[in-house]
């Protein structure tokens, strides 16, 4: 952001724009309509609120935009404002970040040091070296002028190039500061000497070589008479011309022709006559030195002349010179008279006659000291201590590397020979790889890893995160912290997709601004802060690229000390080291790297540090009941799971002599923490206190041992529930289970965060690890800790058909699932499934108390009480009395008012009233003020800022997926009695303070984390459903708060704030609606309903709530028990149609929206409109001009509703709603018929829950078959239709078969639809079924171009004909592949919106060879307008639901012929796979029915590739690239593959089965 305000407003790209947007906090949509609008910042810098408006952005956020925008107008205006008239001029012109006019970055970015003299003649050429060769003298002065630095600015300090050595690398740092001038030091040591050379430079070539050889022959004669060593720089600020710059800052003068320097000293012949052999050996030629800044080459250089007076050149003698200088009037050069000068000071000075003598007299001691200082050894190089240097910089002082410390490699080129020498790398935690060698694939470092570890192939680009997609959904499709992640940053070769590697002028302009997203991403919102080191490996010369990298790193982690570099080669520092100086000090480089040190060397020491043993390894039971080897590479692809081995933890380095480490280990566990294998390990060899077993471990063991001993029967996949109370033990209970069975079973914990797919994929790989017979294997244990019922169930319906057709005969289960679930219903949970759950309790029995108080007696001789506080609870079974004493005791004193009094306070309310809650130590360091803390004294220092009651209250913990560091309250129910003890305050007040404090909601990391909690905390009701232990109409929170205030006031006042503090979030305006109404305050709870629907007026959840308040009024003032009593008036019910229509308006807004929301199918606005319609036919049923016939049927309502008359006693009180009574029937028929279709459709046994759950309508969610059929009762009631009615509409044609007759008869023939026609093909008689096919087809017009057929009918006989191609395609009623690929091309001509067309065309269209011969666009047009259609079509009716709750139905395959042979349907593959029906079904799930070589055989494998997440074959054109989605992503590599798989056809788009890497 910093980089962006730099950049004048008027020059931003709509990009930097939208960042700008985001970073001001302007709502996500209106972010994307602007830049949808291609808004720039000079069509910014012009936009009226007016001009916002019209693009339908909100009121706020106009006010916002606007007033932050002249915000920084204001600022930006007023730094133009302090340069001169010309300065603004140029200062647009060479902004540091604009380039070239163009907008291109200038050439000069990749400018090559100058050559010397002796270079450009054996060149036999002079270079150019400036970037724009016609731009004016005085112009370059200008940029000068306007680019120096703010005089507030810090400006650093540099050393000068090394006296009279030659290193192109050494470069200068524009605006760096050199060491003041000055004199003669001991004569070795270079006196220094300045010239800013800027008004010279303006000048042509005579003069300015006049200029620069009097400088130079002044300076150097001045040190050759003093026997002095010197360097004179140009370019190099004096401090004299009152310029604005520092005296010794470097600005660095253009050079267009450096031969005009090397050929000015050409003037030492004419200035020193006699001597100027002399002169040529003592001064050197001039050494061009480049000016670089963070932006790369300023194209301007510091050229300095050496000065070095050998005692054998310069003994005894005395230069006497005369200066050159231009004479303006003579248009000629012209020489001053011979004059002795000499260095003195920083200056070189003129001996005037009177002291020429002494001078004279005092050159053979000068000789003298001279002889002597060139005599003196330099002392000799201590040699740094690099092994403890590295040390250092790895562990910050410790013994061994931090496990879970993270590492951000930063590599180039390696030679195959060095290899080897990086197989530290291979035990350190790498998350993710900068690599800049495109080879390095095939022969370099990623080769090696590749043996040693899996890792996904990325690209920069691929850190982007796609429109509306959260930092969170980044980390998970690019699965960044369950591999490593290989990011090629030059391309990488051996690739079929476009990433080609690219010069260094192409990489800065393609792909730098990549660079800088990635590192951003990574530094401020992936990793935390501190818990990474960012490691440059300079193993080959250094590029440009490679140091981008570095300056990004620095900016983003706010130079900490977490970067490292390490190179064996100096060379490639100097370089390295040299390039980087724009970021930081050459010393500050020096600091943070390991240079001269032989990789073979570095390799050895960092094994050392390792906290695990490298030759370790690691080892599974098999069913031999011997040992398998659990090989590091195929455990890492197994990475949704954690792997318990037979030999687990006995890797660690642990010093069993040194009790700290194991203390602390025990003290985090017995104050609350998890337990973890270390733990159970150190217990199980004696070397800390054994853990405590509960009764309900031998009851969990006893379950599975039966299971294993067949009590099951013949389940494949067994569950077994641990439910147990916050704190009970639960979850250590379930951990020792799987400790005890590692050595008889297969045991793994699951990572919740992963996709439920790719957890069976994993399971099923770990229980056929090493093993030969399937039906003997071992079983697999997995545990699942806290996980939704919804997936826990999803992962064992995933897992019975992945493994069923495996197995035959089983004598016990190949899968028991572990599901430890806190609940404060644990015992109700375990009534519910008595034979396979188990209770964990705060209740002990006798015997547990015995071994609790036991163990306390000990633990207390170790601890204090408060360091152990949940063991000691435990052992009190969680006493309210106790814990009131203990918190009571704990809180006398404390200091209400402090900071940490207020964490405390609010860390209880998240972790009282939200389950699993906590905060981020992020958020908590912004609240106490901080600052950046380095990671490992960053926990000290927030220990060192908290009171004693925190430090006891508190415990830390790390996510081992995301690597946040958090806090909470040792346990639920002391955050709950801090609430009642730690103030007067009521919750409602501390709720109130939480929201006012800015400094939680605007920190940036962890920020999605801690909103979702405050959002639960707020908006998220409880439900049994869910697991929890009562239902709830409101959150907790929010239910507290009423009760406490007796009234509803307050929860209002509360979430008012909330809604303003969340941007006025129409969820939380939602719920304000839902609690008006609950109070039956209609009025207000109708207008914020309003509120949220002007906020978010497409979401479905909230337009269905605003019916819902409707629906609730219309009950309560027309209850049909109360009314049935009364005499009911055609005026009584005006005012009831009028609420019933409204709510009918908002529901049927509610259903159009759902339709187009992607990721849930919230259909509760049909439910609502036949609740509402039955209930008004009720009403209107009332009246005593419809009442009930003797048969039961309501005639005259019927005839009112459907017929046209309007009886005279209603005609004038309800003249508003007669049109919409009209309609009611047939919205109610329709909402029906919807509801019909969706629930045979979908399938789904549990309804869509919404974000503040709206729906009052129940019993539709429990049983919405039940609901349909009682409502249908209702309505057939009222409306229903006789035969004679349909008689007449088939009698309406006359002996001419009419279109809809024609429709009528293909239907009844089974001709009508997809379904019906592909359903024949199941029939095992092929005869019969294409007698059929071909009476259908005959009951179509033969002229099909005379009688145009419509979309429906046209579509129906390509089907029909596709159908019969594939049972007889020789029969004579098939028209040809070609004529049936020009009927189709109809299709677009009727606008044609139906699935059924679209999958047709990329049926018919799929490149063919013996068809497709030659590219044609037009069929690549066809090809991709179909597919996308029918792509868009899909996901309005599937959307992206769990895969559990839908099925992809894929009709035909890829076959290996042409035409119509090349269409394989799915029904004829299954006649070839002879078994049952859920057997095949299993085959087509698990992918078996790929072995079977008779499917096989008939089906064609695609060639393509995989790029950023998605599978490409190529089309009908070279550039024609057919995007094919994976039927289960799980199967999906990861990285950028090129591979092979089956094609299917489907309404979903074009899948592919079978995916394999190409060999």
Not at 655 to 681: A, C, H, P
Not at 874 to 897: A, C, R, T, W
Not at 1456 to 1471: A, P, Q, T, W, Y
Request: proline share 4%; hydrophobic share 35%.
């Amino acid at each position: 952001m910093e980089d962006l305000k730099q950049l004048q407003m008027e020059d931003w790209d709509e990009d930097q724009v939208r960042t700008w947007l985001r970073h001001i906090r302007v709502k996500e949509e209106h972010v994307q309509t602007l830049y949808e609008e291609q808004v720039t910042g000079a069509v910014l810098q012009v936009m009226s609120k007016q001009d916002l408006k019209d693009l339908h952005v909100k009121q706020g956020q106009i006010q916002l935009i606007v007033n932050k925008r002249n915000e920084l107008l204001n600022s930006q205006n007023l730094q133009l404002a302090k340069c001169s008239t010309s300065e603004v001029r140029d200062c647009k012109k060479t902004s540091p970040m604009q380039g070239s006019p163009d907008g291109t970055p200038s050439q000069t970015s990749q400018t090559k040091p100058l050559p010397n003299k002796e270079e450009l003649k054996s060149q036999g050429q002079v270079t150019a070296l400036t970037s724009d060769p016609a731009s004016s003298s005085t112009d370059s002065h200008l940029d000068s002028t306007l680019e120096k630095v703010n005089e507030n600015s810090p400006q650093t300090p540099c050393k000068p190039r090394p006296f009279d050595k030659e290193d192109i690398n050494f470069k200068y740092v524009r605006n760096n500061v050199l060491p003041p001038e000055t004199g003669v030091i001991n004569l070795i040591c270079p006196c220094h000497e300045y010239k800013s050379l800027a008004i010279a430079v303006t000048l042509n070539r005579r003069r300015l070589q006049a200029k620069f050889a009097n400088e130079v022959i002044r300076f150097a004669s001045g040190c050759m008479n003093v026997r002095s060593n010197g360097t004179i720089h140009f370019g190099v600020e004096n401090g004299n011309d009152h310029s604005g710059y520092t005296h010794g800052e470097i600005i660095g003068i253009p050079v267009k022709d450096p031969s005009i320097y090397v050929d000015a000293l050409d003037y030492i012949e004419k200035c020193f006559k006699l001597y100027a052999e002399d002169a040529r050996h003592c001064i050197r030629p001039p050494k061009f030195v480049e000016v670089i800044s963070k932006n790369g080459s300023e194209g301007k250089f510091v050229i300095e002349i050496d000065v070095n007076p050998s005692i054998k050149i310069v003994r005894n003698k005395i230069y006497r010179v005369c200066l050159p200088n231009f004479n303006e009037k003579k248009n000629k050069v012209e020489y001053e008279k011979k004059t002795i000068y000499r260095r003195k000071g920083a200056k070189t000075e003129t001996i005037d006659e009177e002291s020429q003598d002494e001078f004279v007299s005092g050159m053979q001691e000068r000789d003298k000291q001279r002889e002597i200082a060139e005599t003196t050894e330099e002392p000799s190089k201590i040699h740094e201590d690099l092994g403890r240097k590295l040390s250092i910089l790895l562990t910050g002082g410790k013994k061994y590397l931090d496990n879970s410390q993270r590492y951000v490699l930063v590599i180039n080129k390696c030679k195959p020979e060095d290899l080897q020498k990086l197989n530290f790398l291979l035990h350190m935690n790498v998350f993710c790889v900068f690599d800049f060698d495109p080879d390095s694939k095939t022969n370099g470092f990623f080769e090696h890893y590749l043996n040693h570890h899996p890792a996904n192939v990325h690209f920069l680009q691929d850190y982007k995160c796609e429109d509306r997609e959260s930092v969170s959904d980044l980390k998970k499709r690019l699965c960044l912290f369950d591999q490593t992640s290989w990011i090629f940053c030059n391309g990488c070769n051996h690739y079929d997709g476009d990433e080609r590697p690219c010069d260094v002028n192409t990489w800065v302009i393609s792909k730098k601004k990549h660079l800088k997203r990635t590192a951003s991403l990574i530094c401020n919102e992936i990793l935390p802060n501190g818990s990474f080191v960012v490691l440059f490996l300079l193993l080959s010369p250094v590029e440009q690229p490679l140091v981008d990298t570095f300056h990004e790193f620095y900016a983003e982690m706010n130079g900490r000390n977490d970067i490292i570099c390490i190179s064996e080669s100096d060379d490639n520092y100097q370089k390295w080291a040299n390039l980087a100086q724009p970021s930081c000090s050459i010393e500050t480089i020096d600091q943070m790297s390991i240079v001269g040190m032989k990789l073979n060397h570095v390799n050895d020491t960092i094994q050392t540090m390792l906290p695990t043993l490298v030759d370790s390894a690691r080892y599974l039971p098999v069913s031999t009941r011997g040992l398998c080897l659990l090989k590091t590479t195929d455990e890492e692809r197994m990475f949704t799971l954690e792997i318990l081995s037979v030999n687990q933890c006995e890797e660690y380095k642990i010093d069993v002599q040194d009790q700290t480490e194991i203390t602390k280990i025990e003290r985090d566990f017995y104050r609350g923490g998890k337990i973890s294998w270390l733990n159970l390990m150190l217990a199980e060899r004696g070397y800390c206190e054994a853990v405590i077993q509960r009764n309900a471990y031998k009851e969990v063991v006893n379950i599975i041992d039966g299971m294993l001993k067949g009590s099951s029967g013949k389940q494949l996949v067994t569950t077994v529930h641990v439910f147990h109370h916050p704190g009970s033990g639960g979850s250590t209970v379930a951990r020792q289970v799987l400790w005890n069975f590692r050595k008889q079973l297969r045991c793994a914990t699951v990572k919740l965060s992963c996709a439920v797919g790719k957890i069976c994929e994993h399971a099923i790989q770990l229980l056929e690890y090493e093993e030969n017979d399937l039906t003997q294997c071992l079983p697999v244990l997995l545990l699942l800790e806290d996980a939704d019922e919804d997936y826990f169930d999803e992962i064992k319906h995933e897992l019975i058909p992945a493994i069923g057709s495996k197995m035959v005969n089983i004598v016990r289960p190949l899968f028991i699932l572990m599901n430890c679930r806190r609940s404060n219903n644990a015992e109700k949970l375990c009534k519910n499934i008595p034979l396979e759950a188990v209770a964990v309790t705060h209740k002990l029995t006798e015997e547990e108390k015995t071994l609790f108080s036991n163990k306390r007696k000990k633990l207390e001789e170790h601890f204090e009480p408060e360091f152990i506080l949940t063991f000691v609870l435990m052992s009190e079974e969680f006493s309210e009395e106790y814990i009131q004493d203990f918190v009571k005791h704990l809180l006398e004193g404390i200091d209400h008012s402090s900071p940490v009094t207020r964490l405390i306070k609010y860390v209880a309310l998240l972790n009282h009233y939200v389950e699993n809650s906590n905060i981020s130590l992020s958020h908590c360091e912004a609240f106490l003020n901080l600052g950046i803390q380095i990671d490992h004294i960053r926990l000290k220092n927030f220990e060192t800022s908290l009171n004693d009651q925190a430090r006891f209250l508190f415990i830390h913990f790390r996510d081992c997926t995301s690597e946040i560091k958090s806090i909470r309250i040792v346990h639920p129910l002391v955050a709950k009695e801090i609430l009642n003890q730690i103030s007067d305050q009521p919750r409602s007040q501390i709720a109130m303070d939480f929201l006012k404090e800015k400094a939680f909601f605007e920190n940036r990391f962890a920020r999605d984390e801690f909103i979702k909690f405050v959002r639960d905390l707020f908006i998220r009701r409880h439900k049994r459903s869910k697991g929890d232990s009562v239902d709830t109409v409101f959150s907790p929170l929010i239910e507290d708060i009423c009760n406490e205030q007796q009234a509803p006031e307050k929860a209002v006042e509360i979430l008012t704030a909330a809604y303003e503090c969340f941007g006025k979030d129409p969820f939380f305006a939602q719920q304000l609606a839902r609690l008006h109404y609950k109070d039956l305050n209609f009025t207000d709870a109708i207008k914020w309903a309003e509120d949220a629907k002007y906020h978010l007026p497409t979401n479905s959840y909230i337009l269905d709530t605003e019916g819902q308040v409707y629906r609730k009024k219309l009950n309560v003032l027309f209850d049909l028990t109360h009314l049935r009593t009364e005499v009911v008036t055609p005026d009584k019910l005006s005012e009831a149609i009028s609420i019933a229509v409204k709510a009918i308006e908002c529901f049927r807004a509610a259903q159009k929206a759902a339709q187009s929301e992607p990721d849930s199918m919230n259909n509760s606005g049909f439910f609502g409109e036949v609740e509402v319609g039955c209930h008004l036919l009720q009403l209107l049923s009332l009246l005593d001009i419809f009442e009930k016939d003797k048969d039961g049927s309501y005639t005259k309502l019927t005839e009112y509703l459907l017929g046209k008359d309007v009886p005279e006693v209603i005609k004038e009180p309800w003249k508003n709603f007669h049109g919409k009574l009209k309609g009611l029937q047939k919205g109610i028929n329709e909402a029906l018929e919807w509801i019909s279709e969706d629930s045979s459709y979908f399938q789904t046994d549990k309804c869509e829950d919404d974000e503040g759950g709206t729906s009052n309508t129940e019993d539709h969610a429990h049983n919405p078959r039940k609901w349909l059929i009682k409502k249908t009762k209702i309505y057939a009631r009222y409306f229903s239709f006789t035969q004679q009615e349909e008689q007449n509409l088939k009698q309406s044609t006359n002996s001419h078969l009419s279109p809809l007759v024609r429709r009528l008869q293909i239907s009844r023939n089974g001709g009508g639809n997809i379904t019906s026609i592909f359903s024949m093909l199941s029939d095992q008689k092929v005869n019969r079924v294409a007698e059929k096919l071909e009476k259908i087809i005959s009951m179509y017009p033969e002229d099909h171009q005379k009688e145009k057929l419509d979309l429906v009918d046209l579509v129906n006989f390509t089907l029909s004909h596709i159908a019969l191609a594939c049972v007889a395609p020789r029969s004579s009623k098939l028209l040809t592949f070609s004529q049936l690929r020009e009927l189709s091309q109809q299709f677009p001509k009727c606008k044609y919106n139906k699935s059924s067309a679209c999958f047709l065309l990329t049926l018919l269209y799929w490149p063919d060879e013996a068809y497709d011969q030659e590219p044609n666009e037009t069929k690549c047009q066809i090809f991709d307008t179909a597919l996308d259609t029918m792509r868009k079509l899909y996901n309005i009716k599937m959307k992206n639901l769990p895969s559990r709750k839908k099925q992809i139905y894929t009709h035909f395959f890829l076959g290996n012929g042409h035409g119509f042979d090349k269409i394989v349907h799915k029904s004829l593959l299954e006649k070839l796979i002879p078994s049952g029906l859920n057997e095949r079904r299993w085959k087509w799930l698990t992918g078996d029915v790929w072995k079977n070589p008779k499917v096989t055989q008939k089906l064609k494998r695609v060639k393509g590739w995989t790029e950023n997440g998605t599978i490409f074959v190529r089309g009908h054109c070279k550039h024609h690239k057919i995007r094919i989605l994976p039927l289960h992503f799980p199967s999906m590599p990861h990285g950028n593959e090129n591979i092979t798989f089956y094609l299917g056809f489907t309404y979903g788009g074009l899948f592919a089965y079978d995916i394999q890497g190409e060999r």
